[in-house]
């Protein structure tokens, strides 16, 4: 059971705009910067979202990210076929003194 | 470009060993902390270990701790991940990252190396 908790999947339409969730707690999103990854089947982890908000070089502006208290959101709008994949939150949990990650969520784009 | 190639992974027997590395190029590789995370068959991304920059600092999962063991030698622009008493939960793709900091996010990861443990 991870840390972190993401919804185990979520499916939209091409063009819709979707939000993933992750929860944490007051040791870890509460305290720390949160990142977003994005795995495409059959390959490792990207960055996307950095410092809860930040978009490193060459990630869309459709992909954006925010964070509120002990929970953080990823949000893509205009959603392309290419961005089926798998979505995982991450950050520092200070009681465990270790990395973090959710779940994962799995997106579907019907 | 920044490129990070893991490479040691293989078919271990359990309660034998495996040292992982992780080439670094295409940056100032003694200035970055660097991490490793596994995922195992069909499942999500798990934290294994973090280093500083300078080795000072080292930090481990709780799964791995006292059996898994990070270094980086900076002269040759590499870390390992030193595998010992290896389990078959220890069954994964193994990704180095590279991080601006020990707590902060992970901007590079390699292609992963695979590590089966099984008897």
């Known amino acids: 059971q991870s840390v972190l908790t993401q919804p185990p999947s979520v499916s939209a339409a091409p063009g819709q705009k979707v939000t993933l969730s992750c929860s944490g707690s007051?040791?870890?999103?509460?305290?720390?910067?949160v990142s977003w990854y994005q795995q495409l089947p059959g390959s490792a982890p990207k960055l996307l979202i950095y410092d809860n908000s930040k978009r490193p070089p060459g990630i869309p502006a459709r992909f954006s990210g925010s964070k509120s208290g002990t929970s953080a959101t990823l949000a893509i709008t205009g959603l392309q076929t290419g961005d089926e994949a798998d979505y995982y939150c991450a950050t520092w949990d200070a009681s465990l003194s270790g990395g973090v990650f959710g779940g994962g969520t799995k997106l579907t784009v019907l | 470009q920044v490129q990070l190639v893991e490479s040691g992974g293989g078919v271990v027997q359990p309660g034998r060993s495996l040292r992982l590395s992780c080439a670094a190029s295409g940056f100032t590789f003694r200035s970055y902390g660097m991490h490793w995370v596994r995922q195992a068959p069909g499942k999500g991304l798990e934290w294994v270990a973090v280093?500083?920059?300078?080795?000072?600092?080292?930090y481990y999962a709780d799964s791995v701790k006292g059996r898994l063991t990070i270094s980086r030698d900076n002269s040759k622009n590499t870390l390992y991940l030193q595998m010992n008493s290896l389990r078959a939960e220890d069954t994964a793709v193994y990704y180095c990252a590279k991080a601006p900091a020990i707590a902060h996010y992970m901007d590079v990861w390699g292609k992963g190396t695979t590590v089966t443990v099984s008897s």
């Open positions: 007051s040791s870890n999103i509460g305290k720390n910067y």
């Open positions: 280093i500083s920059y300078d080795g000072s600092s080292k």
